[in-house]
């Protein structure tokens, strides 16, 4: 008799759990390897763990030439579905191997060679995807920076990565804009203290650019001259990508992953997770500069051999809120997954979901959701208008893969509403007080997972040792700290319900207010700054910032308000949806000098305020309640 789900998974959790080695051992044989592994799981270097050293691989092989070489060539392996252009473009197996051998032979001929840095600033169209995986190929690190940066972040990228390529495109489309990529990219060149020898850029026939003569090169001009090249074979233990993500500071964290863990991760969870088999499509509605792009767009779908739809636009404006019915219906998607504040933007313009109807969605089997809490409200709506299951999982771009979901390829464990799931198999969470001892069920605290994490996690930050142990592993011995803070309920079920640093969630993408301070706080007029995360019912969090102006500054707020949006604008982009600014007498702090955010926050969400008890004057309270209700905020 076979196992019934639940007791799968509870097999599944307690093998990876008590024995990981055994456990992932078994996973890695979905896995083509070159050399096998001489150890699966290799502690000798704790806190630093490793995957299956010793074995030799390469990610692209494993995405792409495998199934072809098993059969699968005339499958449909990638679909482009871009409504800001008017195009929808379908590659094949067969097809996507031609370009992605041609393209890598096209980068190897500039240079790039296994280990190198290749950095990908790009929209989403199918050659972003190309470009990862012809990095895969030869060996060389991608590390792709999302179209929303503006030039000083990707600046900032090209210092920490220091590539030898860089590729791009001419513009993206954004509704009712176009964005010229171009001139942020040579801004971004200009601003690096690192030199960037040559680019790659795809023109666009929307809006084509300039090409700096002896530096840039047209994307199709490098692929007809190039011959394709073959797959390297790399370590397990080598960089696949860096992917940068915010810290608490202004500096991104530049997360590290491997290719074999990764590899075996993604495959699991392909099947695990979201229940994939090679015959599904599979949508992820994200963009490939996030990590949920990497891991869903790309790597785990065409791992296992899908058809991964790739989609340039957006929920609602592209024409309008039936935007991902259309696609849903046209492609026979399967399985999708977007963020939360995908349908809230649906659900505010169309709240009785009348662009989905006469859309034939029955090819769905189940929606998935992940990047901010999810609240009831907007499942329940989802489930409704989709008519599937609706799972709210929760991870982060540290570790490509879910840490808690409802694992539907496996069971179905009935997880509910408002709760982001069970810990997967190779996740041990737990919930630690200040002490950093298990809370009882019910408690909050902080969630933090016990080492080692599973494959596919961050190995370490890119060139950064030290800021790894810091960041991650010194809070608690023996674990790594999320930075999220929740509590399990009677159930195992977990509920993430907030930060406990200064990350804040917009429209599913995570921000630092530390790095948007830092802008506000350059500007002449400001003597200092604080930006918090205010809650909003469609983005989930926005930033708002409380200024204090220089003494003797007499100039009208509007415009100084209106001179910080610019400056945050052109330093971080439009990512930053920062549009509020209040000026303020003073900030209120702590008697160490910490200005108490907390506090503010609950302010500016009209929350019942608690003052802390070190605060070290609570007279100007009031005053920053009354500009905050200025501009729509708190009471
Ligand atoms: N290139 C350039 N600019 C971009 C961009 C890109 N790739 N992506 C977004 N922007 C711009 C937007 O145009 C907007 O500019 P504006 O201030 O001029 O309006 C700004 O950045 C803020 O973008 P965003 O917060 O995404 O807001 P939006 O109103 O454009 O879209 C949603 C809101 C909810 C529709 C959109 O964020 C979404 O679909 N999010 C869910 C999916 C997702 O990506 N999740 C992340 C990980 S799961
Ligand atoms: P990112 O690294 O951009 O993927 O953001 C990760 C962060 O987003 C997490 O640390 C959480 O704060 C938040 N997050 C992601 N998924 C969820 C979820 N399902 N529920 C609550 N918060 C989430």
């Known amino acids: 008799m076979s196992p019934s789900p639940a007791t799968r998974?509870?097999?599944?959790?307690?093998?990876?759990?008590?024995?990981?080695?055994?456990?992932?051992?078994?996973?890695?044989?979905?896995?083509?390897?070159?050399s096998e592994p001489e150890?699966?799981?290799?502690?000798?270097?704790?806190?630093f763990y490793s995957w299956f050293v010793g074995a030799t691989l390469n990610t692209c092989d494993n995405c792409v030439d495998r199934h072809v070489e098993a059969g699968h060539g005339e499958r449909v392996a990638l679909i482009h579905d871009s409504p800001v252009t008017g195009t929808i473009t379908r590659l094949t197996y067969d097809e996507?191997?031609?370009?992605?051998?041609?393209?890598?032979?096209?980068?190897?001929?500039?240079?790039?060679?296994?280990?190198?840095?290749?950095?990908?600033?790009?929209?989403?169209?199918?050659?972003?995807?190309?470009?990862?995986?012809?990095?895969?190929?030869?060996?060389?690190?991608?590390?792709?920076?999302?179209?929303?940066?503006?030039?000083?972040?990707?600046?900032?990228r090209i210092d920490d990565a220091t590539p030898k390529l860089v590729i791009?495109?001419?513009?993206?489309?954004?509704?009712?804009?176009?964005?010229?990529?171009?001139?942020?990219?040579?801004?971004?060149?200009?601003?690096?203290a690192h030199k960037v020898e040559r680019c790659i850029i795809i023109q666009r026939d929307t809006q084509p650019c300039d090409l700096i003569a002896g530096r840039d090169i047209d994307w199709h001009e490098a692929v007809a001259s190039a011959r394709p090249a073959n797959c390297v074979p790399v370590a397990a233990t080598d960089p696949l990508y860096i992917l940068y993500t915010s810290g608490t500071?202004?500096?991104?964290?530049?997360?590290?992953?491997?290719?074999g863990g990764h590899a075996v991760a993604m495959h699991y969870s392909a099947r695990a997770v979201y229940g994939l088999t090679p015959q599904d499509t599979f949508w992820t509605a994200s963009d490939v500069g996030w990590v949920v792009g990497h891991s869903y767009c790309v790597y785990a779908p065409l791992l296992l051999g899908c058809t991964t739809v790739i989609y340039e636009g957006k929920p609602v404006g592209t024409p309008d809120a039936g935007a991902f019915w259309r696609v849903i219906e046209d492609h026979g998607v399967n399985v999708f997954f977007t963020a939360p504040t995908a349908f809230r933007a649906i659900k505010k313009i169309d709240p009785e979901g009348r662009a989905a109807a006469g859309h034939d969605v029955s090819c769905l089997r189940a929606l998935f959701l992940?990047?901010?809490?999810?609240?009831?409200d907007t499942a329940a709506w989802a489930a409704r208008h989709l008519n599937v299951p609706v799972v709210d999982h929760w991870w982060q771009t540290e570790t490509a893969w879910a840490i808690t979901a409802n694992p539907l390829g496996i069971a179905d464990l009935a997880v509910p509403s408002g709760s982001a799931g069970r810990p997967m198999p190779g996740y041990d969470v737990h919930v630690l007080g200040p002490d950093g001892q298990d809370v009882a069920a019910g408690e909050m605290g902080d969630i933090a997972i016990a080492l080692p994490l599973p494959p596919g996690t961050l190995t370490t930050l890119w060139n950064n040792d030290t800021r790894y142990v810091e960041a991650y592993l010194s809070a608690y011995e023996g674990y790594y700290r999320?930075?999220?803070?929740?509590?399990?309920?009677?159930?195992?079920?977990?509920?993430?319900?907030?930060?406990?640093?200064?990350i804040i969630n917009v429209a599913g993408h995570r921000l630092s207010t530390g790095m948007i301070e830092e802008i506000v706080a350059a500007h002449d007029d400001v003597a200092e700054a604080a930006v918090i995360g205010a809650r909003d019912a469609d983005k989930g969090q926005l930033p708002?910032?409380?200024?204090?102006?220089?003494?003797?500054?007499?100039?009208?707020?509007?415009?100084?308000?209106?001179?910080?949006?610019?400056?945050?604008?052109?330093?971080?982009?439009?990512?930053?949806?920062?549009?509020?600014?209040?000026?303020?007498?003073?900030?209120?702090?702590?008697?160490?000098?910490?200005?108490?955010?907390?506090?503010?926050?609950?302010?500016?969400?009209?929350?019942?305020?608690?003052?802390?008890?070190?605060?070290?004057?609570?007279?100007?309270?009031?005053?920053?309640?009354?500009?905050?209700?200025?501009?729509?905020?708190?009471?």
């Open 544 to 635: 708002v910032a409380l200024v204090v102006l220089k003494a003797g500054c007499e100039r009208p707020e509007a415009d100084i308000v209106a001179e910080l949006i610019a400056a945050v604008r052109a330093a971080i982009g439009p990512v930053a949806a920062f549009k509020k600014a209040v000026i303020v007498e003073r900030l209120p702090k702590t008697r160490s000098g910490k200005t108490v955010r907390a506090t503010l926050r609950q302010i500016a969400d009209g929350d019942e305020v608690q003052i802390p008890a070190t605060i070290d004057d609570a007279s100007g309270l009031d005053e920053i309640a009354e500009r905050l209700a200025t501009i729509g905020y708190g009471r």
């Open 39 to 47: 150890s699966v799981l290799d502690a000798r270097a704790a806190p």
């Open 9 to 34: 998974y509870a097999a599944d959790f307690e093998l990876a759990r008590t024995d990981p080695a055994a456990f992932w051992d078994r996973e890695a044989g979905h896995i083509r390897w070159m």
């Open 168 to 192: 791009s495109a001419s513009c993206g489309i954004e509704p009712g804009r176009v964005v010229a990529y171009k001139p942020l990219l040579d801004h971004a060149i200009e601003l690096a």
């Open 96 to 156: 996507l191997l031609t370009r992605v051998a041609r393209f890598a032979g096209a980068i190897a001929a500039l240079g790039v060679e296994k280990g190198d840095r290749v950095i990908i600033y790009m929209p989403m169209m199918p050659e972003a995807v190309i470009a990862m995986l012809a990095c895969a190929r030869i060996g060389a690190v991608h590390s792709v920076v999302f179209g929303g940066f503006a030039g000083p972040e990707l600046a900032k």
């Open 370 to 376: 992940a990047g901010e809490h999810c609240d009831p």
């Open 249 to 259: 500071t202004g500096r991104p964290k530049g997360v590290v992953r491997d290719n």
């Open 482 to 502: 999320s930075g999220d803070a929740g509590y399990f309920d009677a159930d195992d079920n977990l509920w993430v319900m907030s930060r406990i640093d200064d």
